[in-house]
């Protein structure tokens, strides 16, 4: 089985794992290129059933074992959503997210610095963010799809 992994994301990949003394596992290289290939926010299950098209034989406790270095290593995010499955994001730039109720889709929404310094201002005084979790829920337009 050949991965398809961009140069640059196997180089991101490899270094993120190195650092938390992890190594670049076949398993997790193709968990990695699964989530990378569609950026739909999928779930583990979503993710599962892709990676056994090239893994056939990579088990459910697998994929959550890879996808927890993945997010410890932050190659990619957990996405909560109320009462719903975890859904991963692999990106790493400030944003926010929004989850169409109707479709049950989820996209990224852009936070430029301007907006990241306006949402940063309304915490009380001596307060600091580590990192923003911001999720919009509502419907898209009715294509449901965000340019």
Do not use: W
């Amino acid at each position: 089985m050949k991965l398809a992994l961009p140069e640059t994301e196997r180089n991101r990949l490899k270094h993120a794992l190195k650092s938390r003394n992890r190594r670049p596992t076949r398993q997790r290289t193709c968990v990695y290129e699964v989530i990378l290939e569609k950026r739909d926010h999928p779930t583990a299950d979503d993710i599962h059933l892709r990676v056994r098209e090239k893994l056939p034989s990579i088990s459910l406790a697998t994929i959550y074992n890879c996808l927890d270095t993945l997010v410890e290593c932050e190659l990619v995010k957990q996405v909560h959503l109320d009462r719903a499955p975890t859904r991963f994001c692999p990106n790493r730039n400030p944003h926010a997210h929004f989850h169409c109720r109707v479709t049950g889709q989820v996209y990224d929404v852009s936070l430029d610095d301007e907006r990241l310094s306006i949402i940063e201002k309304t915490l009380p005084d001596g307060f600091t963010a580590d990192t923003i979790e911001l999720s919009f829920i509502g419907q898209g337009p009715k294509s449901d799809t965000i340019s």
